[in-house]
């Protein structure tokens, strides 16, 4: 903790003063202020989690059409249900930081819950839940034929000969087992996720990171990490083990640039959001070559998160429509053994609810189409197609990862506990 608060320009006084109110003022109060350098430690991340457009550069994601009102039927008791000894839902969101949770049970709104001065309007960052989101509009380019999946990104993308990527398949990259060398690490300050790739983000401070310009670096945005900087692990090959890199990700809405001609959040508002009929605009994180970090920037409200969850869980049809392809929808849970060994091998997710990771989404139980899209600090939306339920919660955990965060793992649980009870009732 001492590391980051150096790293970040704080000290424990700071914290402490204030842990009893932030951004307090017009303007705040100096200590209470919130920016860069302390977005991700609490307090500040609490309001710095559902306020992400005033922190981070963006790029507008417009609503499209008619807005369709979700069908709605609360059903409040559900806060008081027991998902486990002496803990309720509605407890088990508000102890272990949530932000706000929603309900879906086959399409209508039965429950919804906001903590931490979270509201209905609110945007709040997306993290990691954006890749699910990347490859469901990458199944688009997939159907249309303009993209074949055992094929190397560098076959579509020649910056990226010579990198990390050029041995890999397109495959390896959508189930995170391309075999790279730059590996995630969230909590060591000195790791090169934290000195090297994040700043390329704009999504965390670095004492002169946003100083870059393209005549006095190299590696300026994210595409520019990706061809630069990763390098193949060669202890490892592609497809042999579940390793999460979020590097991937950036490939793969690279990938929808170069073949589609625009920019993900360009491609995601034309294809998807513009036809969920939500409640608001939604917005992408750009990062410093001013291209949206399809590795987790997307930032919407979480009734329009659930929308896109049930859109999923319909197998891409909304609202009458044929959003995404079927086939696409459906691969979600077409995993094989190969994907159940690859995350078993890999230690970090031993003792763990997730089975699999399979095109962008973490795997749960196939006989039951379950499955979620997730995000650190606790982002998650759950789809149980069995149950008919749609699950989605925003929160502002302390820790960023979630492999053996109790704190995410209680949620998690709760939520699937939820769509049990909801289809026995």
Known sequence: MRNWLLILGLSLPVLALANSSVMQ?????????????????????????????????????????????????MMYSLGDVEVAPNLSFSGAFKQHFADGVVVLQKGTLVYEEYFNGMQTNDHHIWYSMTKSLVSAAFGILVDQGKVALDKSPADYIPELKGSGFERTTIQHVLDHMSG????????????????YYAP?????????????????????????????????DTGVMPGDLFDY????????GWLIARLSGM????????????????????????DRALMPVATGGMMTTLRDAARFGQMVMQHGEYNGQ?????????????????????????????????????NMWWQLDRTRGE?????IHGQVIYINRDAGVVIAYFSSQPQAGAARNPDYQAKLRAARFMADYLAAE
Request: a negative charge; proline letters at 9%; aromatic letters at 12%.
């Open 200 to 232: 390329t983000l704009n999504m965390i401070f670095m004492p002169g990171a946003r100083d870059a310009m393209p005549h006095n670096t190299d590696i300026l945005g994210a595409w520019d990490f990706a061809a630069k900087f990763a390098k193949p």
């Open 371 to 375: 499955f979620a899209a997730t995000g």
């Open 180 to 195: 790279l060398a730059f590996k995630e690490n969230y909590t060591d300050p000195n790791s090169e996720f934290i000195r």
């Open 245 to 252: 890199n979020s590097s991937n990700a950036d490939v793969l």
């Open 322 to 358: 044929q959003v995404l392809p079927l086939s696409w929808m459906n691969a979600i849970t077409d995993y094989d053994p190969l994907h159940l060994d690859a995350m078993a091998n890999n230690p970090v997710y031993q003792d763990n609810d997730w089975v699999a990771y399979h």
């Open 25 to 73: 003022g017009f303007p705040p109060v100096r200590a209470t202020q919130v920016h860069m350098s302390n977005a991700l430690t609490p307090p500040f991340s609490h309001w710095a989690m559902h306020n992400p457009g005033r922190l981070y550069p963006s790029q507008r994601i417009p609503r499209g059409g008619e807005i369709i009102p979700l069908p709605t039927d």
């Open 263 to 286: 920019n993900a959040a360009d491609f995601i508002q034309q294809h998807i959001w513009s036809k969920l009929g939500t409640d608001h605009d939604a917005a992408m994180i750009v």
